[in-house]
């Protein structure tokens, strides 16, 4: 088996949902469950602690809280800060990007529209729009008095001495940390062609910019990877009006999620914007051409396809390092915590996508790279340290996408999935436009996906998924409309009450 293939199948296998959609969550077991404050393991003991806290212009190492990543769980922890009261002289937040935090979602969907169709830009999505909250501009955190340390990544940590060091040389005392690093994009091997020019992985502004500059000259695109990445890069270069192939070693799109029968229909919507598949397809590496720059896809079964333009869509990796001491889990990947994302080690926690958490109402360990996930993390984290919020949290697993949301786009594309993807599924409607699809696992309703619905419809969706009514699986079957299957689930669902 090839490298590429080999990495691939491996990404493809960890994102399974065999157990449920929150991503790499085995069944839970008495190894696999977090601690909570009363069953740390032995020897530790959560404790709060009293630091100086350092004046407003930073003059010295000393900071009393310290934020490592400066993605969106960043952003929203700072807003909460700022909301106690705990922000100014007190928080500092050390990122390697050279921009405040922001809505990442866009940089997929929005920021990669052509020119002519008002692609989104920079500050238009800064943290906290995606929420409706407040823009939080590099502005923003000056005026809150929250020092941003800008493109000077940590490299080192002291845990015996609470000491941060940055790439730059920096050093910087905690009292208290939080981990927020999230992933960085899974590569192909620079030896089978993963670092030719042309070819592009999306998780910054830096990336988006430099694919976009690629889109300007490209005439051939083919994107690797069959999931979000790759439906929604898809999307993009659809607008651009380019010839875009993407290749996935799955049977159908969003293997992890979709049904094969939802997947036909979105495949059939790709198809009629111009979007070529090739499923099942196994990859040996990319090839050259005489310029230096990526030419060629080729194919383990010798054949290729000419791209000037390549995307890897591939999945992503938890980003622990320098923080592997601090307690990862092996069977999610990520920072080990528990319901208040409490660490091992006093006074340092973890949030977002790098946070390996007890996903309570599934009662199993998550780790889920999702932008409401980071959100709420950080809002929850927060909280917990600073006043006497002692609650766990309990997150629902929700996902989504926007396509073809651009100006004069035939058909935008908006769906939604809150719960869990186990038992058997029940399909309504026709995606013209509208289609939904339920998750029924022993009689009980256990997640549901809508395209295309009003807002009332998706407000509706986190109500079924927690609440996880019996429904009558024979009437849902013979609803005549999405419509009606959802009365009949609401229904269901108030009578559980």
Known sequence: MSTARKLMANISNSMSLKHGLSLWCPHSSSLNRVHHSS????????????????????????????IVGGGNAAGYAARTFVEHGMADGRLCIVSKEAHAPYERPALTKGYLFPPDKKPARLPGFHTCVGSGGERQTPEWYKEKGIEMLYEDPITGIDIEKQTLTTNSGKLLKYGSLIVATGCTASRFPEKIGGNLPGVHYIRDVADADSLISSLEKARKVVIVGGGYIGMEVAAATVGWKL????????????QRLFTPSLAQRYEELYKENGVKFLKGASIKNLEAGSDGSVAAVKLEDGSTIDADTIIIGIGAKPAVSPFERVGLNSAVGGIQVDGQFRTALPGIFAIGDVAAFPLKIYDRMARVEHVDHARRSAQHCVK???????????????????????????????????????GETIEIGNFDPKIATFWIDSGKLKGVLL????????????????????????????????????EIAQTSLQAAV
């Open 451 to 486: 395209e295309s619905g009003s807002p009332e419809e998706f407000q509706l969706l986190p109500k079924l998924a927690r609440g996880q009514p019996f429904v009558d699986k024979a009437r849902l079957q013979q609803a005549s409309s999405v419509e009606e299957a959802l």
């Open 243 to 254: 010839d875009t192939t993407v290749i996935f070693p799955e049977n159908h799109l969003l």
């Open 39 to 66: 069953s740390l393991p032995s020897g530790v003991r959560f404790q709060r602690r009293r630091y100086v806290v350092a004046s407003s212009a930073f003059a010295n190492e000393n900071r009393e809280f310290v």
């Open 384 to 422: 917990a340290l600073l006043s006497a919020h002692t609650h766990t949290y309990d997150y629902l697993p929700y996902f989504y996408s926007r396509v073809f949301e651009y100006e004069g786009s035939p058909r935008k594309v908006w769906w939604q999935f809150f719960g869990d993807n186990v």
